[in-house]
């Protein structure tokens, strides 16, 4: 019956990207060599009018979009970078790739960052908006960076979409998450200067013309290569279009789901605000055996159900081996022995760490239709009572 597939995979289709039919047609993928507007001109467009955003740039990928972000900060190296206990470990690795330190912040009970935890003097903090839920955002930080990569579309409780109240927000187009185009990111900032830094620092440090080889304003700096590609940035045009159906859909999902789940006792369903985009229902259990038996018993009646455990980065072999490829160890090397990169928790992340062990995500897809979507809510329901 149930086959779990992301979000706007369901919408991908050949017939509604009339973009890649005419890329192809011109025989041009690379962007500064098609005829202006180019694919990535459009998409940028689309999605900061979208979002109510400054301007858009198109990256690789989510993970790129962070170090982009990063990087226009113009930190020096070693720099601290405040970001998520429970996130998905791309953070961390953004953060050492540029030169910089992750110092995690634990969560609070959304699993948000806890602004509270924040030194007065924060400069650079990454705050992740998981699952859909945004999170609330830290006051008068110079460099606050949205991460938006499981909530694309979701909103703010003051109706400012999520990635675009800080200096930079970023978003990811990979197969798992709201829009896809397999691989993909995007990077929106505020200030139309800082977007002149990252597009150059995007292109080798140039100040490239369209249908011109780069050229280089006097002081430029070096870059690396991030540009966007025809094809995907056509896929992506295609799935920005169908965003407010995608989550209209996840919507009426939700809804549905919570009414079959109807009242409980050996439950509390995690309520979602207006603004949350509805990738899940959230579950929290009395305890973690119990959530590990339900997810058992609903893997073998093969219902998908996930946790968000693998997010808890102070487990994560990455950022708890403190490894690196660099021979001396760099970055994590310019923290050895150092307090101000001391994790930032009240209580070593227990309660974090607790509550992540109880709670259980049922998937809404607009995959299922309605009546299959209540059946899935119904059985884990029934799973979950049975224990
Ligand atoms: C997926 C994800 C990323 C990385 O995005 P990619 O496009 O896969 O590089 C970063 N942060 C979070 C929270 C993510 O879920």
């Known amino acids: 019956m149930l086959r779990p597939f992301p979000y706007g995979a369901n919408y991908l289709s050949l017939q509604d990207t009339p973009e890649l039919h005419r890329s192809l047609d011109n025989k041009v993928l690379f962007r500064y060599s098609a005829p202006a507007p180019s694919n990535a001109d459009l998409l940028e467009a689309y999605a900061a009018e979208r979002l109510g955003a400054g301007r ?19 930190p020096r190296v070693g720099d601290p970078v405040y970001i998520p206990a429970v996130t998905f470990v791309a953070v961390a690795g953004a953060v050492l790739s540029c030169g910089l330190v992750p110092v995690l912040v634990d969560a609070d009970e959304r699993f948000g960052l806890d602004a509270s935890l924040l030194p007065a003097d ?85 100040a490239r013309e369209q249908g011109k080889y780069p050229g280089w304003n006097p002081g430029a700096f070096y870059g690396e290569n991030l540009c966007a590609n025809e094809a995907v940035a056509a896929v992506q045009l295609q799935q920005f279009r169908r965003l ?9 999902h939700y809804a549905l789901t919570l009414e079959a789940l109807g009242e409980r006792s050996d439950v509390t369903v995690v309520a979602k605000r207006p603004g949350d985009v509805k990738t899940s229902v959230r579950l929290l259990l009395e305890s973690r055996q119990l959530r590990d038996r339900a997810m058992e018993r609903l893997e073998e009646r093969n219902l998908p159900c996930w946790s968000l455990d693998k997010y808890l980065l102070p487990e994560h072999p990455v950022v708890a081996g403190r490894a690196s490829l660099y ?13 101000r990169y001391a994790p930032l928790s009240r209580d070593g992340f227990a309660a974090t760490r607790d509550r992540l062990g109880r709670t259980l995500c049922v998937p809404l897809t607009p995959e299922l239709d309605e009546a299959e979507q209540i059946l899935l809510a119904k059985e884990i329901a029934a799973t979950v009572a049975s224990l």
Do not use: C
């Open 56 to 74: 858009a740039l198109t990256v690789p990928n989510g993970t790129q979009a962070l170090r982009v972000a990063l990087m226009g900060t113009r």
């Open 122 to 206: 924060a400069e650079r903090v990454v705050v992740a908006h998981m699952e859909g839920t945004v999170a609330d955002l830290p006051e008068g930080v110079p460099y606050l960076i949205e991460d938006t990569a499981q909530a694309t579309g979701g909103r703010h409780t003051d109706g400012r979409h999520a990635g675009t109240v800080g200096y930079a927000g970023t978003f990811s187009f990979h197969h798992a998450k709201i829009l896809t185009s397999g691989e993909g990111g995007l990077v929106v900032v505020r200030d139309p200067a800082h977007w002149d830094v990252l597009r150059s620092y995007t292109d080798h440090g140039s």
């Open 244 to 252: 407010d159906e995608i989550l209209s859909s996840l919507e009426r």
């Open 327 to 339: 021979a001396d160890g760099f970055p994590w090397n310019l923290a050895d022995g150092d307090d």
